[in-house]
């Protein structure tokens, strides 16, 4: 029952904002060329059956998900090995500090320049980007594990390396985990903005790219900013529900995030 | 414990899953060796979704290429410098490019370029300055001092306004003087005065003109910059230096395609495939050159023109960037 | 609603007690060897293959003092350029950021009290936190035209999501324990909201501002892609494209520096705002 209220609630609310959108664009408050929502969301729809734009949504899933696939394993073997060796973990700190606010944006023409293939550049952006979430959790939720647990296991005559594996890793997961669902917002969001800049007709965004040509189609553009925006909310909505699956004993034991 | 045990699983399967995928998408073209002796076949060429791109388009439809026995991928690529990086990378074999560009990539060492063919040069009212229609500016002169809207700084167009202003005595501080909007945005930009001038290609110079009544006030067929190359086709020196054979056969079946370009109709067929302009609006603008030669003495004349300008910080030998032919 | 946690200011070193200058540069060796070594590889590296799209650290450091920091004293060493780039895009970060801010910590708080309100908006609000923001700037370019409102607006509309997010949750979580000692002594309405509630959610707030001020940096050069003829953003793109690589490398170093520098001066402030909360043994990592 409350599920189903939810599902009733959200749909009011994404009802009325498109509503509220529909007026103001309508109302002629902005300038002519501003398309009405109505005409968006047709557009929107339009794409469920263009194949040139299914191939494009497909090729920046690709990139997507193997830049992200990546960037969890390194990750997490990164902030596993860091949090075992103190020093090491003191000295890439700066280094941590100073690239994680370089946005991927200014990093374009070094990926393009250093692979051969269109797809790995991307892949090395989302890689890049998606890295800091993950490490940053990871190193965050390894600190944060319960001492006690941790001692008793000792006591039992567990080595360092299976109370890693046995205590420190299940405990931290569910948070490594949020770090993964942050950085696979922000991945997709970098494929995209990659074949936005970048321009080399590839995927969502060079597909929006050809739209600006010659005139320019702001409702095409916006249609396609609604696809992404779509494609990363179920993204989110998909990985919740297999958090909330694989960490139930976690969200028993601790007050549920939502 | 079982948490622990699925992790490991789960990685290890994620990984796998990675590794997989990889390779499907790293999986590139493997070693071709054809008939003629081409050394590549399978060509990636960049090209701008312009008109003055138009010959690609038209050697694949007639076939020139496979005639050649070259197959050739088209790559939309927004403009002369997103390509320079691809050139580099292998991303792209082969690209459209501003001459202005290649000049630059070779005077920084970002890449040596060897320009292969010539794709367009200045006509009539290809490119032009633009004034709104009751705009107090009436010749290059006025515009000292005023707001003029590129859509980029440092490049082509850019050369091409202070060459044109220069014999007004009319410096220009791109800092100051330029304003950075995109082409399609210019019209608004226009017409709403927030800026004084707008110096656009084709299709802008007709549609601005037809849409709000703007006035020409200068195009760039006469003096300096009168018939100077825009575009070539170029690829990386490493590329032409290891398929000679395919670089040659790109040039035959090129300028078959460039003889072709300079019919509308023809234009009109092969335009709309690759960009989003009607054949309507190809039917009515100002066309360019499309040179059936490659002159390293026209393209020269760009460099002197940067050089003029401060463009270039050293001396870049033209001879020996491009390929003459005709 | 997601939980974004910032990270977390060096550890303090624990060298040998005793003289404090020595405890200081043997804390800085610690952090900064694995820096000077790459750094150094890479001048090695760079030195050896001369390719112009990695030009070597030394390089890169000259153009940087060159572009920006080469003027005269009185300025602070800033150039003219410096000045022309750092102001716009800086004013246009500080507005983008505080609006997101406000209207995040507002919106947030509402959404955290009502779950009505969260379940009617969660679906809206997870896809307006997704949308890339490249793709809305010929809307906002439609909307607010060129020039620094279009920026802010880009900045604001994808800097607010961890603010809205995290204040939110913070708020939602506020401990019921404290809550219901309030009813207890029937402080109700604004006096709760500003005396316990805040307070309460204070270190979620604080994360989702943190990183939301790293954002605001990505979403600053985002802004000035298209339209823009001065701000950092602008000389990026701008020597992207004229093939000025070693201009490119000082533009991505000085976003590395400016980005450490608003992270630490970020954490002092939170540091000091939230010394006396229970929660608050996360920030000091």
Not at chain 1, 74 to 91: D, K, Y
Request: aromatic share 8%.
């Amino acid at each position: 029952m409350t599920n189903r209220a939810r599902i009733v609630r959200g749909t009011i609310g994404v009802a009325g904002v498109v509503a509220v959108a529909e007026l103001v664009s309508r109302a002629g408050f902005a300038d002519t060329s501003l398309p009405p929502a109505s005409s968006v969301l047709l557009r929107a729809a339009e794409f469920f059956g263009d194949t040139e734009f299914l191939t494009a949504v497909g090729s920046t899933l690709e990139a997507w998900i193997l830049g992200l696939l990546l960037a969890t394993v390194v990750a997490v073997a990164v902030g596993i090995a860091l949090s075992t060796t103190p020093w090491l973990n003191r000295a890439t700190r700066v280094l941590v500090e100073f690239m994680r606010p370089i946005p991927s944006v200014a990093l374009i023409p070094l990926a393009i320049v250093s692979f051969s293939s269109i797809t790995e550049s991307k892949v090395s952006l989302v890689f890049y980007s998606a890295c800091w979430p993950i490490l940053i959790n990871t190193l965050y939720a390894l600190r944060d594990v319960d001492p006690l647990a941790k001692e008793t296991l000792r006591s039992f005559g567990f080595g360092k390396a299976a109370i890693l594996l046995r205590v420190s890793v299940p405990s931290a997961a569910p948070f490594v985990a949020t770090g993964v669902r942050i950085s696979a917002a922000v991945g997709l969001v970098v494929v995209v903005s990659f074949e936005l800049v970048a321009g080399n007709g590839e995927g969502i965004g060079g597909y929006l790219l050809q739209t600006q040509s010659g005139g320019g189609r702001p409702d095409l553009m916006l249609a396609g900013a609604i696809w992404a925006g779509m494609l990363g909310a179920l993204i989110n909505v998909g990985l919740v529900a297999l958090e909330r699956r694989t960490f139930r004993w976690h969200a028993v034991r601790t007050e549920a995030s939502a | 414990m079982k948490f622990a045990r699925l992790r490991r699983a789960s990685l290890g399967g994620a990984l796998a899953v990675a590794l997989a995928l990889a390779s499907a998408a790293c999986g590139g073209s493997g070693s071709e060796k054809s008939v003629n002796g081409l050394e590549k076949t399978n060509l990636n060429v960049g090209v701008m979704p312009i008109i003055e791109g138009a010959a690609v388009q038209i050697a694949i439809t007639k076939g020139y290429f496979k005639a050649e026995g070259l197959t050739v991928n088209l790559r939309q690529i927004a403009g002369g410098a997103a390509a320079i990086p691809q050139l580099k990378s292998g991303q792209l074999d082969i690209s459209q490019g501003g001459h202005v560009g290649w000049l630059l990539a070779a005077d920084s060492g970002a890449l040596k370029p060897k320009i292969l063919a010539e794709a367009s040069s200045m006509t009539k009212n290809l490119n032009a300055i633009l004034v709104a229609k009751d705009s107090t500016i009436s010749s290059p002169k006025d515009l000292v001092g005023k707001k003029i809207a590129t859509n980029a700084k440092h490049d082509q167009i850019a050369l091409l306004v202070r060459s044109a202003l220069a014999p007004y005595g009319v410096q220009i501080d791109e800092d100051k003087d330029f304003q950075v909007i995109p082409f399609p945005n210019q019209e608004a930009a226009l017409k709403e005065k927030k800026v004084d001038a707008v110096v656009v290609p084709e299709p802008f110079v007709t549609q601005i003109q037809q849409n709000i009544g703007a006035r020409l006030l200068t195009d760039f067929s006469t003096g300096a910059t009168e018939g100077i190359p825009i575009t070539g086709y170029a690829a990386s020196d490493d590329f032409v230096k290891e398929n000679p054979k395919t670089v040659a056969a790109f040039q035959r079946a090129i300028v078959k395609a460039q003889a072709d370009a300079a019919d509308r109709a023809v234009l009109q067929e092969a335009v709309p495939k690759y960009t989003k302009l009607p054949p309507a609006v190809i039917g009515v603008v100002a066309l360019n050159d499309f040179p059936t030669s490659t002159s390293a003495s026209r393209i020269q004349r760009v460099a002197d023109v940067m050089r003029q300008f401060g463009y270039l910080k050293h001396n870049v030998d033209v001879n020996s960037m491009v390929l003459q032919n005709g | 609603m997601t939980v974004i946690t910032g990270d977390h200011p060096a550890e303090r070193p624990t060298g040998p007690t005793g003289v404090p200058g020595l405890r200081i540069l043997t804390g800085g060796v610690t952090r900064l060897w694995l820096v000077a070594l790459l750094v150094g590889c890479w001048e090695i590296i760079a030195r050896i293959k001369q390719d112009a799209y990695f030009p070597p650290p030394s390089t890169i450091v000259r153009v940087f003092h060159e572009l920006w920091f080469s003027g005269p004293a009185t300025h602070l060493f800033l150039t003219d350029k410096a000045l022309d780039d750092f102001q716009p895009s800086f004013v246009n970060l500080s507005c983008g950021w505080a609006l997101a801010a406000v209207v995040g910590l507002a919106l947030g708080v509402l959404l955290g009290r009502s779950r009505v309100a969260r379940e009617i908006l969660d679906p809206v609000l997870q896809f307006g936190r997704a949308i890339p923001p490249p793709t809305l700037i010929p809307f906002f370019i439609v909307v607010f035209d060129f020039g620094a409102q279009m920026q802010i607006s880009t900045i604001a509309f994808g800097v607010i999501w961890p603010v809205l997010l995290n204040t939110a949750d913070g708020v939602r979580t506020v401990e019921k324990l404290q809550l219901e000692t309030a009813e207890v002594f029937g402080i109700t309405g604004a006096t709760r909201l500003l005396r316990i509630t805040l307070p309460a959610a204070a270190p979620k707030i604080f994360a989702g501002l943190r990183v939301s001020l790293g954002f605001a940096l990505v979403l600053m050069v985002i802004s000035e892609l298209i339209g823009s003829t001065t701000g950092i953003g602008a000389h990026l793109i701008s020597s992207q494209q004229g093939m000025e690589l070693p201009e490119m490398w000082a533009g991505i170093v000085l976003l590395g520096i400016l980005g450490c520098l608003f992270n630490a001066v970020f954490a002092l402030v939170e540091r000091r705002f939230l010394s006396w909360h229970s929660n608050a043994h996360g920030l000091d990592s």
